[in-house]
């Protein structure tokens, strides 16, 4: 079975340009996460898909950040105008079975 | 906000010994999840708890969810080298069931 995809992993740009993450979720998962890693911190939870609705995006810094799910599968997030605090590994993950999150590798930015 | 404590905040042992390390809140959970997370790639779920004393095993691994529903550890017997890596524990607070939250980590390093 093939595990969460995403592109691209490593991504360098700078202050105030724009970035797009994006995320394959597993096959028949219907919820899809995108979660904020910094360096040296637990991941926090950006923005929460049930299909290709929003359960949960509290925390997602709506002025710069945006996210969609389309046809309720591959999901992408974007960022403009990158602040230098949004360097961070950007996860994205599906679960079929509430909580068992299946974690994608990552997609790191850095921001110069 | 919820927030998870965990405790050591890092670990170097050698192969062989036994770890333990916990994880706790000032709020109630459901739901006590361990993760794992190597070097460069997404959380991998270890092992998920779901009730009040519950006792899990994974292999090496040991989870309890604890009796008041605000801590949950997590023993590895017997380390090995491919242990090495970043120990999350996460959960739903039962005030808000709709969002996963992660704790810090708790780094361990093991020598051969």
């Known amino acids: 079975e093939a595990g969460v995809a995403q592109s691209p992993r490593y991504k360098i740009i700078e202050k105030r340009q724009s970035v797009a993450f994006w995320c394959n979720p597993i096959?028949?998962?219907?919820?899809l996460y995108w979660y904020q890693q910094i360096l040296g911190q637990g991941p926090k939870l950006l923005i929460q898909?049930?299909?290709?609705?929003?359960?949960?995006d509290s925390q997602l810094p709506k002025d710069r950040f945006s996210a969609e799910r389309l046809k309720g599968v591959d999901s992408t997030l974007k960022i403009q105008p990158a602040k230098l605090e949004d360097s961070a590994v950007y996860l994205c993950?599906?679960?079929?079975?509430?909580?068992?999150?299946?974690f994608g590798e990552g997609s790191r930015l850095t921001v110069l | 906000g919820q927030q998870l404590n965990q405790s050591p905040q890092s670990m170097f042992i050698q192969e062989g010994e036994d770890v333990s390390m916990n994880c706790t809140s000032s709020s109630i959970f459901n739901t006590w999840l361990w993760y794992k997370q190597d070097p460069g790639e997404g959380p991998v779920l270890l092992i998920a708890?779901?009730?009040?004393?519950e006792l899990t095993s994974n292999g090496r691994l040991t989870a309890q969810f604890g009796i008041t529903r605000k801590d949950s550890f997590l023993n590895i017997s017997a380390s090995i080298p491919s242990d090495v890596g970043i120990y999350f524990c996460a959960g739903p607070p039962a005030s808000n069931t709709g969002k996963l939250i992660f704790g810090q980590g708790t780094t361990l390093q093991v020598k051969p």
């Open positions: 096959s028949g998962h219907a919820t």
């Open positions: 993950a599906s679960s079929l079975v509430v909580w068992e999150l299946f």
């Open positions: 898909f049930q299909n290709n609705g929003v359960v949960d």
């Open positions: 708890l779901y009730k009040a004393g």
